[in-house]
């Protein structure tokens, strides 16, 4: 009888302890899986680290290397053949006088090519007037000497499609890198300043950023105009000049305090 007893009382235990074993086993993963989520590492410590966080401003000045402007003609006749053919012959003229200043064909792009019709409105209808063909071009200029002899190109030209003059800076990365180097050192010796007056010592830096302000392609007024076909003018060349670039960074840097 005995015997018996003990063999039930074996049999009821052996499941309880694998019971319990399963238990303890998913509980030590839970808590392994919240101190990862808590401290992203199991070793890393909770508390927040004391801060000295500082905002610095930096500028450069870069003189533009790039001009660019648009150029085209507007034509209306009576049929799309006349005004496509003057239109063209105008527009090539125009591409021979800019490879006589040698200005690059990668620096010559098409942007625009248009033929539609052109109404009036009267006695409550539609009218058609003339057919309309619309050629401009983008125009780099990388020698500055040469802008005022391609917009006196302008008048000479008949041209009437003119526009966008505007300066640029081709490398603007090193200007750029050279005011964030500038915002550095303000942000840094503000934050050395402030720590002396705190008694403290800066530590690592916690995190960084950075904003930056670069100005679009200044454009010059000047004002430009179309000679009528057939007249003829000793058109004056425009003088031109592109100024400079103000390029500015400012940062935001937050130190360790030791």
Excluded: C
Excluded at 90 to 98: S, V, Y
């Amino acid at each position: 009888m005995a015997e018996i007893q003990t063999s039930q009382h074996k049999k009821w235990v052996h499941p309880f302890f694998g019971i319990a074993l399963i238990a303890l086993s998913i509980y030590l993963i839970a808590l392994t899986r919240n101190a990862w989520k808590t401290n992203d590492y199991i070793g890393k410590s909770t508390e927040s680290p004391h801060t000295i966080t500082m905002s610095g401003k930096g500028k450069a000045y870069a003189i533009p290397d790039i001009a660019q402007v648009s150029l085209g003609l507007k034509t209306e006749k009576s049929s799309v053949t006349e005004a496509q053919v003057e239109n063209t012959k105008k527009i090539n003229a125009l591409h021979a006088e800019l490879q006589k200043l040698d200005i690059p064909k990668k620096d010559i792009t098409t942007t625009q090519y248009n033929v539609y019709p052109v109404y009036d409105w009267a006695n409550n209808r539609q009218n058609l007037r003339a057919y309309s063909v619309d050629q401009n071009i983008s125009l780099k200029i990388r020698d500055f000497e040469k802008i005022p002899k391609v917009l006196k190109l302008i008048g000479e030209l008949g041209l009437n499609q003119v526009g966008g003059l505007s300066f640029d800076v081709e490398n603007i990365d090193i200007f750029e890198q050279e005011a964030r180097t500038n915002a550095l050192k303000d942000a840094k010796e503000k934050a050395k300043a402030l720590a002396k007056e705190a008694e403290v010592k800066l530590g690592r830096v916690i995190s960084f950023s950075e904003n930056n302000s670069v100005p679009p392609p200044y454009m010059p007024y000047y004002k430009s105009y179309a000679m009528e076909a057939g007249v003829q003018a000793d058109i004056p060349a425009p003088t031109i000049q592109p100024g400079n670039q103000e390029i500015t960074v400012q940062v935001t840097i937050s130190y360790e305090i030791l």
